[in-house]
């Protein structure tokens, strides 16, 4: 088999960007995965300093690396085929952007945007560059992710009725500056745009992705309750309801930064059985599942626990490489409209909870 060797340029030295690479550098061969391999060759920062200190901590200082002192740098080399994009969420648009017109692939972190507007301007630029474009939903990758998808379009536990999911994080948030990222509105600060795509992530694979739900966009019905520090959502709920012909079910959503995950993390009740997933819900390694009989008694229950070797970024890094050498604009896993989807339910969640950005956060306001 010949593998695909495909060229990452990283921007941004934070958090996400470093468990990324950590997850980019170990050997694919050590996962079992062959065909494609990954190299980091770029890697950029507002500083080459950083960008450099980045390189010695997370990959022993390679001399393979370049180092750049700014975002452009790593969008104009010749050796970079795709940008990951790991900056704050509302300078993704316009990182995003740069990347795209410089005629890379991009995979970028979530939520991919600020709002829609700003998505469907990215996609069309994708669209005249030619290039791969994708957000980085790293959770629907997952092989535990891949199973349940399995189970429930199995049919095996009935039709989906409600879904419930929780994802939240405690962030310290009296004690941390207010210009940190989570907290300042600035950065896209809340939790809904941090935390909520990932309760999103499982109503999206469970219902919207259902087959008796034919692809049709849910209702939202939402309310954010904001912290006086800086009045981004400190607790957002958010249901969707799904109500077509085949299939009619809720998904009953909550992400908070001031609390500790709640477990299990993603609850999806059938009319014949559940299934429970346990924390951390964006890279779960543990489900069960229980069948009922038809009083509603359990009359079978399994356990299944995964492992594998990383951190789970890996898997979304493969999608890409493997779109891109197959020719793909998009992976069909997390493809546009999901990614469409997704901001138009979080625009419609923050009009309802009255939470606005400052003015020109927003770089694509129609
Ligand atoms: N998929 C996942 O599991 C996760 C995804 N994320 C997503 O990744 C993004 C970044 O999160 P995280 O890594 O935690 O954030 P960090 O604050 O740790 O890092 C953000 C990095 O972005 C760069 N940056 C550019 N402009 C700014 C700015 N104005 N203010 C601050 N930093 C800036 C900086 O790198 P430099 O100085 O080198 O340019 C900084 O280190 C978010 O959109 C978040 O939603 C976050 C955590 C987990
Ligand atoms: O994507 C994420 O997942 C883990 C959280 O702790 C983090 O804040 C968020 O950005």
């Not at 920062?45 to 200190?53: D, F, G, I, L, P």
């Not at 992705?209 to 692809?215: A, C, G, Q, S, T």
């Not at 890279?283 to 594998?308: H, I, L, N, Q, W």
Request: aromatic share 10%.
């Amino acid at each position: 088999m010949t593998t695909f060797v495909f060229r990452w340029g990283i921007i941004s030295t934070g958090k996400i960007a470093t468990a990324f690479v950590k997850d980019l550098l170990v050997d694919p061969k050590t996962r079992d995965v062959h065909d494609v391999v990954h190299k980091v060759v770029a890697v950029g920062s507002r500083t080459t300093e950083k960008a450099q200190e980045f390189i010695n901590t997370n990959a022993g200082g390679a001399s393979s690396i370049k180092a750049y002192g700014s975002y452009r740098e790593v969008y104009a080399d010749k050796d970079v085929d795709a940008i990951y994009i790991g900056t704050p969420h509302t300078c993704h648009y316009l990182n995003a952007l740069d990347a795209i017109k410089a005629g890379k692939h991009v995979l970028c972190e979530k939520p991919v945007t600020s709002n829609g507007h700003e998505l469907r301007a990215l996609l069309s630029a994708a669209d005249d560059e030619g290039v791969f474009f994708m957000e980085a939903v790293w959770t629907r990758f997952q092989p535990l992710c891949l199973e349940v998808k399995k189970l429930i379009e199995s049919g095996s536990l009935g039709p989906p009725v409600v879904l419930q999911a929780d994802l939240s994080g405690n962030f310290d948030i009296q004690k941390i500056p207010k210009t940190h990222r989570i907290l300042d509105p600035a950065l896209g600060g809340g939790a809904l745009l941090d935390l909520g795509p990932y309760p999103l992530v499982w109503a999206i694979m469970a219902l919207y992705e259902h087959p008796d739900n034919k692809l049709s966009a849910p209702s939202v019905s939402a309310s954010m309750l904001k912290t006086p520090l800086t009045g981004v959502d400190s607790n957002t709920a958010f249901t969707l309801t799904f109500d077509t012909a085949e299939l009619r079910a809720q998904a009953v959503l909550s992400c908070s930064i001031n609390l500790n995950s709640v477990n299990p993390g993603v609850i999806i009740r059938f009319e014949r059985g559940t299934i429970k997933i346990y924390p951390p819900i964006y890279c779960p390694k543990e489900y069960t599942v229980e069948y009922f009989d038809d009083e509603g008694s359990v009359t079978k229950a399994e356990k299944r626990v995964f492992e594998y070797v990383g951190g789970g970024w890996h898997f979304q890094a493969d999608e890409v490489a493997r779109c891109v050498r197959d020719g793909k604009n998009q992976s069909s896993l997390w493809n546009h409209n999901k990614s469409l989807l997704e901001m138009g339910i979080f625009d419609e969640v923050r009009k309802q909870g009255g939470y606005r950005f400052p003015l020109g956060v927003e770089r694509v306001v129609e």
